[in-house]
């Protein structure tokens, strides 16, 4: 069982920078991938970013030159630097892991809110 906190969300101006933080506890020596969830309001939940164990990032199209996705091992700990924030990127973000094992499925934060006013 793996818990997730998440942290860093706020109200914004547009064009300011927030980060956001997620903190992993319990059984997380199996982990494949972790990253983050961006829910608009009335919308569906959508990848933003995400980074394996190797350090591999994967991003969304509005994400890949403005976000970027760190981890700190020793921390058990994901980030997400969002700069240049824009009104679409307003909504809840949510932190997930994914654990090696297939048939296991992600655990998921409590979400934190952003909203960015333009």
């Known amino acids: 069982q793996v818990q997730l906190v998440e942290s860093g969300g706020g109200s914004v101006q547009a064009g300011e920078t927030l980060r956001l933080s997620c903190e992993a506890s319990g059984s997380t020596s199996k982990v494949n991938h972790m990253g983050w969830y961006h829910q608009a309001p009335g919308e569906e939940r959508d990848l933003v970013a995400s980074?394996?164990?190797?350090?591999?990032?994967n991003y969304a199209d509005p994400a890949k030159d403005r976000f970027n996705i760190a981890v700190d091992a020793a921390k058990n700990t994901i980030y997400l630097q969002m700069t240049d924030l824009k009104s679409e990127d307003t909504g809840v973000y949510y932190c997930?892991?994914?654990?090696?094992?297939?048939?296991?499925?992600?655990?998921w934060g409590q979400g934190t809110q952003v909203t960015v006013s333009s």
């Open positions: 980074i394996t164990t190797a350090d591999a990032t």
């Open positions: 997930y892991y994914k654990s090696k094992r297939i048939t296991d499925p992600a655990s």
